[in-house]
Nanobody, 118 residues
Framework: QVQLVESGGGLVHTGGSLRLSCAAS????????MGWYRQAPGKQRELVAA???????NYGDSVKGRFTISRDNAKNTVYLQMNSLKPEDTAVYYC????????????WGQGTQVTVSS
């Protein structure tokens, strides 16, 4: 069992910044990928950013150059630094942990609301 607890969401103005955190607890395989997805009303859930336990990163095209993902393996925590926020970034942001072993599986956080006012 793995639990993901998110924090850091909120309301900001256009151009502002937020830092999201997600702490994982439970039986966690050391080799995994953690990341962030977001979903706005009426839209598909999309990848924001992901980072492997080895430090390799992947970003969605819409956030490249503005968002930075990082992780602390010792704390099983992933962070998302969001700068230069736009109204289009408004969505519920979900933390994700993907494991491959012993079998592929995805764990999800409860979601945290990010609202960027225009």
């Amino acid at each position: 069992q793995v639990q993901l607890v998110e924090s850091g969401g909120g309301l900001v103005h256009t151009g502002g910044s937020l830092r999201l955190s997600c702490a994982a607890s439970g039986s966690i395989f050391k080799i995994n990928t953690m990341g962030w997805y977001r979903q706005a009303p009426g839209k598909q859930r999309e990848l924001v950013a992901a980072i492997t336990s080895g430090g390799s990163t992947n970003y969605g095209d819409s956030v490249k150059g503005r968002f930075t993902i990082s992780r602390d393996n010792a704390k099983n925590t992933v962070y998302l630094q969001m700068n230069s926020l736009k109204p289009e970034d408004t969505a519920v942001y979900y933390c994700n942990l993907h494991r491959t072993l012993p079998i592929p599986y995805d764990y999800w956080g409860q979601g945290t609301q990010v609202t960027v006012s225009s």
